[in-house]
Protein backbone atom coordinates (compact mmCIF):
# COMPACT_ATOMS: atom_id res chain seq x y z
CA UNK A 1 0.00 0.00 0.00
CA UNK A 2 1.13 3.53 -0.87
CA UNK A 3 0.43 7.25 -1.58
CA UNK A 4 0.22 5.66 -5.82
CA UNK A 5 -2.95 3.84 -4.63
CA UNK A 6 -4.58 7.36 -4.09
CA UNK A 7 -3.87 8.29 -7.81
CA UNK A 8 -7.10 7.53 -9.32
CA UNK A 9 -9.38 9.81 -6.69
CA UNK A 10 -7.07 12.08 -7.09
CA UNK A 11 -7.01 12.10 -11.09
CA UNK A 12 -11.16 12.27 -10.69
CA UNK A 13 -10.64 16.17 -9.12
CA UNK A 14 -8.19 17.11 -12.04
CA UNK A 15 -10.50 15.54 -14.55
CA UNK A 16 -12.27 18.79 -15.49
CA UNK A 17 -9.05 20.92 -16.04
CA UNK A 18 -8.05 18.51 -17.88
CA UNK A 19 -11.23 18.42 -20.43
CA UNK A 20 -10.31 21.68 -20.45
CA UNK A 21 -6.58 21.35 -21.29
CA UNK A 22 -7.33 18.79 -23.64
CA UNK A 23 -10.30 21.33 -25.78
CA UNK A 24 -7.37 23.99 -25.53
CA UNK A 25 -4.96 22.45 -27.77
CA UNK A 26 -2.61 21.62 -24.74
CA UNK A 27 -0.98 18.19 -25.76
CA UNK A 28 -0.14 15.32 -22.86
CA UNK A 29 4.06 15.93 -23.96
CA UNK A 30 3.60 19.60 -23.37
CA UNK A 31 2.44 19.11 -20.05
CA UNK A 32 5.74 16.32 -18.97
CA UNK A 33 7.62 18.67 -20.20
CA UNK A 34 6.51 21.74 -17.53
CA UNK A 35 6.12 19.78 -15.09
CA UNK A 36 10.32 18.13 -15.79
CA UNK A 37 11.12 22.38 -16.24
CA UNK A 38 9.35 23.20 -13.30
CA UNK A 39 11.53 20.95 -11.38
CA UNK A 40 14.86 21.87 -12.88
CA UNK A 41 13.74 25.44 -12.35
CA UNK A 42 12.80 24.88 -8.39
CA UNK A 43 16.11 22.84 -8.31
CA UNK A 44 18.54 25.51 -9.68
CA UNK A 45 17.20 27.52 -7.38
CA UNK A 46 17.43 25.95 -4.13
CA UNK A 47 21.20 25.49 -5.21
CA UNK A 48 21.57 28.90 -5.58
CA UNK A 49 19.33 29.93 -2.15
CA UNK A 50 20.84 26.72 -0.25
CA UNK A 51 21.90 28.97 2.43
CA UNK A 52 17.93 30.57 2.97
CA UNK A 53 16.14 27.27 3.98
CA UNK A 54 12.69 28.98 3.91
CA UNK A 55 13.37 28.57 0.49
CA UNK A 56 12.79 25.20 1.00
CA UNK A 57 8.89 25.71 1.08
CA UNK A 58 9.26 25.79 -2.56
CA UNK A 59 9.40 22.16 -2.47
CA UNK A 60 6.37 21.04 -1.03
CA UNK A 61 4.57 23.52 -3.44
CA UNK A 62 6.59 22.09 -6.63
CA UNK A 63 5.92 18.56 -5.84
CA UNK A 64 2.13 18.99 -5.67
CA UNK A 65 1.99 20.73 -8.75
CA UNK A 66 4.30 18.52 -10.32
CA UNK A 67 2.02 15.70 -8.51
CA UNK A 68 -0.86 17.08 -10.56
CA UNK A 69 0.70 17.65 -14.23
CA UNK A 70 1.88 14.23 -13.68
CA UNK A 71 -1.46 13.16 -13.28
CA UNK A 72 -3.22 15.67 -15.95
CA UNK A 73 -0.71 14.03 -18.48
CA UNK A 74 -1.41 10.64 -17.80
CA UNK A 75 -5.51 11.71 -18.84
CA UNK A 76 -4.34 13.40 -21.16
CA UNK A 77 -2.90 10.43 -22.93
CA UNK A 78 -5.54 7.73 -22.22
CA UNK A 79 -8.53 9.57 -22.40
CA UNK A 80 -7.86 11.97 -25.07
CA UNK A 81 -5.84 9.90 -27.65
CA UNK A 82 -2.59 11.47 -26.91
CA UNK A 83 -0.27 8.16 -26.35
CA UNK A 84 2.97 8.06 -27.78
CA UNK A 85 6.14 6.18 -27.45
CA UNK A 86 7.76 9.80 -26.81
CA UNK A 87 5.66 10.57 -24.52
CA UNK A 88 6.12 7.22 -22.75
CA UNK A 89 9.42 8.05 -22.74
CA UNK A 90 9.27 11.97 -21.46
CA UNK A 91 7.24 10.39 -19.03
CA UNK A 92 9.78 7.89 -17.23
CA UNK A 93 12.75 9.94 -17.92
CA UNK A 94 11.11 13.43 -16.86
CA UNK A 95 10.33 11.61 -13.14
CA UNK A 96 13.97 10.99 -12.67
CA UNK A 97 15.40 14.09 -13.72
CA UNK A 98 12.81 15.42 -11.53
CA UNK A 99 13.66 13.90 -8.35
CA UNK A 100 17.16 14.36 -8.76
CA UNK A 101 16.63 18.39 -9.69
CA UNK A 102 14.22 18.84 -6.66
CA UNK A 103 15.99 16.20 -4.15
CA UNK A 104 19.81 16.96 -4.71
CA UNK A 105 20.33 20.27 -2.92
CA UNK A 106 19.34 18.89 0.26
CA UNK A 107 22.41 17.66 0.39
CA UNK A 108 23.62 21.27 0.31
CA UNK A 109 22.15 22.38 3.62
CA UNK A 110 24.46 22.72 6.46
CA UNK A 111 23.50 19.36 9.07
CA UNK A 112 21.84 17.05 6.57
CA UNK A 113 24.64 14.68 5.35
CA UNK A 114 25.17 14.98 1.29
CA UNK A 115 26.24 11.15 0.85
CA UNK A 116 22.57 10.21 2.84
CA UNK A 117 20.90 12.49 0.17
CA UNK A 118 22.52 11.00 -3.00
CA UNK A 119 22.31 7.77 -1.95
CA UNK A 120 18.92 7.72 -1.15
CA UNK A 121 18.43 9.20 -4.42
CA UNK A 122 20.23 6.72 -6.68
CA UNK A 123 18.02 4.35 -4.64
CA UNK A 124 15.33 6.16 -5.63
CA UNK A 125 16.25 6.00 -9.72
CA UNK A 126 17.46 2.40 -9.22
CA UNK A 127 13.88 1.97 -7.64
CA UNK A 128 12.09 3.46 -11.18
CA UNK A 129 14.80 1.73 -13.49
CA UNK A 130 13.43 -1.93 -11.97
CA UNK A 131 9.82 -0.64 -12.42
CA UNK A 132 10.68 0.11 -16.28
CA UNK A 133 12.43 -3.29 -16.93
CA UNK A 134 9.80 -5.36 -15.26
CA UNK A 135 8.38 -4.69 -18.79
CA UNK A 136 11.31 -6.16 -20.89
CA UNK A 137 10.76 -9.48 -18.78
CA UNK A 138 6.94 -9.35 -20.02
CA UNK A 139 5.85 -7.75 -17.14
CA UNK A 140 3.57 -4.63 -16.30
CA UNK A 141 5.49 -1.68 -15.19
CA UNK A 142 5.73 -2.04 -11.40
CA UNK A 143 4.82 0.32 -8.71
CA UNK A 144 5.17 -1.83 -6.03
CA UNK A 145 6.32 0.11 -2.29
CA UNK A 146 6.73 1.10 0.15
CA UNK A 147 8.63 4.04 -1.21
CA UNK A 148 6.84 4.98 -4.18
CA UNK A 149 7.76 7.97 -5.89
CA UNK A 150 4.68 9.47 -4.26
CA UNK A 151 5.70 8.38 -1.25
CA UNK A 152 9.09 9.91 -1.68
CA UNK A 153 7.87 13.27 -2.40
CA UNK A 154 5.68 13.25 0.87
CA UNK A 155 8.85 12.33 2.88
CA UNK A 156 10.69 15.45 1.42
CA UNK A 157 8.02 17.86 1.28
CA UNK A 158 7.61 17.14 4.86
CA UNK A 159 11.21 17.69 5.75
CA UNK A 160 11.09 21.03 3.49
CA UNK A 161 8.19 22.03 5.36
CA UNK A 162 10.05 21.54 8.45
CA UNK A 163 13.26 22.87 7.71
CA UNK A 164 11.66 26.18 5.94
CA UNK A 165 9.57 26.80 9.35
CA UNK A 166 13.22 26.68 11.07
CA UNK A 167 13.15 23.30 12.62
CA UNK A 168 17.40 22.32 13.38
CA UNK A 169 18.21 19.99 10.59
CA UNK A 170 20.47 16.80 13.09
CA UNK A 171 20.71 13.44 13.36
CA UNK A 172 17.02 13.12 12.84
CA UNK A 173 17.12 13.95 9.15
CA UNK A 174 19.86 11.90 8.90
CA UNK A 175 18.59 9.08 10.57
CA UNK A 176 14.79 9.57 8.62
CA UNK A 177 16.98 9.37 5.06
CA UNK A 178 18.11 6.65 6.23
CA UNK A 179 15.16 4.80 6.66
CA UNK A 180 13.60 6.41 3.00
CA UNK A 181 17.06 4.77 1.53
CA UNK A 182 16.08 1.42 3.45
CA UNK A 183 12.35 1.36 2.37
CA UNK A 184 13.47 2.20 -1.19
CA UNK A 185 15.64 -0.80 -1.31
CA UNK A 186 13.24 -2.81 0.01
CA UNK A 187 10.86 -1.43 -2.90
CA UNK A 188 13.43 -2.17 -5.68
CA UNK A 189 13.66 -5.64 -3.93
CA UNK A 190 9.81 -6.10 -4.09
CA UNK A 191 9.49 -4.74 -7.84
CA UNK A 192 12.17 -7.18 -8.93
CA UNK A 193 10.39 -9.81 -7.16
CA UNK A 194 6.77 -9.16 -8.54
CA UNK A 195 8.39 -8.82 -11.79
CA UNK A 196 9.18 -11.96 -12.23
CA UNK A 197 6.59 -13.85 -10.72
CA UNK A 198 4.08 -11.91 -12.97
CA UNK A 199 6.56 -12.04 -16.48
CA UNK A 200 5.74 -16.18 -15.78
CA UNK A 201 9.38 -17.01 -16.60
CA UNK A 202 12.08 -19.04 -14.54
CA UNK A 203 13.82 -17.84 -11.89
Known sequence: MTIYDLKPAFQSLLRPACKAMAKA??????????AMLLSIVTGAALIVLHEH???????????????????IDGMLAREHDMQSSLGGLLNELGDVISDIALYVPFGLVAG??????????????????????????????????PMGKSDRAFVFG???????FGVEPGAWI???????????AA???NRARAAVVESGQPR
Open 112 to 145: ISPVAVIVTVLLAVLSEMTGVVAVQIGASRRYDG
Open 174 to 184: NASLLLVATLT
Open 53 to 71: RHALLLVPIVLFLRMALNA
Open 187 to 189: TIL
Open 25 to 34: GITANQVTIA
Open 158 to 164: LLAVLLG
